[in-house]
């Protein structure tokens, strides 16, 4: 093979995509292939796809065509949920070499060595596995040594009414807990602070492995790995979180206080129509449960407008809840048909016009519910882990409930723990450095 071959990975979607578009340029760089980013012209262009929204698929279309544009003669390779769910529809596209499905993303660099030199289009979209993950390649991610994202399973089987995902995903598979422990440990030791746990379905960890859930994984990281370092979780379904986990949270510091816990309607009839399995009473208990347990906890959502039956009664059902929750920031998305899902059959739809109104709406209050969130927390000294240092030493990172803060930081680098006291002035927020020596905050 010509060590100098090239390839650009592209990537849409959502964090795991991400991690598994890290993977897939180690998969190419042990085959000898140039990683590239940017703009340079590449021999093989992977665009790692997203189908959760018909906007996802509309992007992960243009970026492949975009990619053929570039360089005519290289091979523009497909994968990714959309690869898995409609390869005919990618493999119908002039632009489209070669089709990867989910089920065979581990080993895309050797599928597209194997194609390379070849004139006629392949299409490779397996069944996805009920085994457990299998490691993978293990890679550094690029952001500077501050944060890295580690895939604990992959699938989901809730089959939410809109959701594409357990068809593109499959069922529910965990990594082995002592591979999740040796990846973190070893992101560790190569200086990432951050480790971000992550997945198709996080809470369900555990739901294939004898005695194992993620509570359980979590204490044996934080048992497990020594250093100075803190967790942070992604998404995790209302449903599963438990009094455990909250208490976790609440006595170990290396946990950040930050939950994505996806809310997606606050109407009870809407809420069963999109089979989620709870009520607004539950959520809004769950809520106040954190939050009260765990002062000063980031809670941030998802939620979907324009859900099909959805009546202007449902809409102020969600704005009234979310106005009621300490919510920290919020994703506002309109409903989009996503095909074989069962809410495609459910009429009356929502109209365009409606549907943007609705978001606008939503959109209005997540401002003010993150401003009252910052100016909930003015005063108080958090920690932030350093990313990125500027000119003139502006430095900026995150908080570890999710606040983003920029200040003036004199001698620190990327990746280094400081103290920093938030002060906000006719909500305006500020930010000052108290103290850059802060290991000892996580207590080993």
């Not at 499905?101 to 009920?130: M, W």
């Amino acid at each position: 093979m010509d060590i100098k071959a090239r390839v650009t990975v592209y990537t849409l979607g959502c964090k795991v995509n991400q991690v598994e578009s890290e993977n897939i340029k180690q998969q190419f760089s042990d085959y000898g292939y140039q990683i590239l980013s940017g703009d340079e012209v590449a021999d093989v262009y992977v665009v790692n796809t997203c189908a959760v929204t018909h906007v996802s698929e509309r992007k992960s279309r243009a970026m492949l065509r975009r990619a053929k544009r570039k360089n005519p003669k290289a091979v523009v390779v497909a994968t990714g949920c959309l690869a898995q769910v409609a390869p005919n529809l990618l493999a119908a596209m002039p632009e489209v070499d070669l089709v990867i499905g989910n089920s065979s993303k581990d080993r895309i660099a050797e599928l597209v060595q194997n194609h390379r030199g070849q004139s006629s289009k392949a299409v490779v979209v397996g069944e996805l596995s009920k085994e457990p993950l299998r490691r993978g390649a293990w890679c550094l991610p690029a952001y500077e040594r501050t944060r890295a994202f580690v895939k604990i399973q992959d699938g989901c089987e809730s089959y939410c009414s809109y959701c594409l995902v357990p068809y593109a995903r499959g069922p529910v598979r965990s990594k082995l807990p002592e591979d999740v422990v040796r990846e973190i440990d070893w992101l560790v030791s190569a200086g990432f602070k951050e480790i971000v746990i992550t997945g198709i379905h996080t809470g369900m960890y555990g739901k294939d492995l004898a005695d194992w859930d993620l509570v359980r994984l979590l204490e044996t990281v934080l048992v497990k790995v020594q250093g100075d370092y803190r967790l942070r979780l992604s998404s995790i379904e209302p449903t599963e979180i438990t009094k455990k986990l909250i208490e976790l949270m609440a006595s170990e510091k290396k946990l950040c206080r930050h939950l994505h816990i996806p809310l997606q309607s606050g109407s009870d009839r809407v809420l069963k129509l999109m089979n989620r399995r709870y009520t607004r009473g539950f959520y809004r208990d769950l809520v106040m449960m954190v939050t009260g347990r765990v002062p000063g906890t980031a809670v941030t959502s998802d939620v979907m407008v324009g859900f099909p039956t959805e009546s202007e009664e449902d809409f102020l059902d969600t704005l009234k809840l979310i106005d009621e929750l300490p919510f920290a920031g919020l994703h506002v998305f309109p409903y989009s048909p996503r095909p074989n899902t069962a809410a495609t059959d459910l009429y009356p739809r929502v109209e365009n016009q409606v549907k943007e109104q609705r978001s606008k709406a939503l959109l209005k209050l997540a401002r003010h519910k993150q401003q009252r969130f910052i100016e909930s927390c003015s005063g108080q000294t958090l920690t932030v882990l350093v990313e990125e240092v500027k000119e003139n030493s502006r430095c900026e990172g995150l908080t570890d409930n999710y606040l983003r803060a920029e200040f003036y930081g004199g001698q620190l680098d990327p990746g280094q723990f400081v103290s920093v006291r938030l002060v906000t002035s006719s909500g305006i927020p500020s930010w000052e450095v108290v103290s850059d020596r802060v290991s000892s905050h996580f207590g080993d």
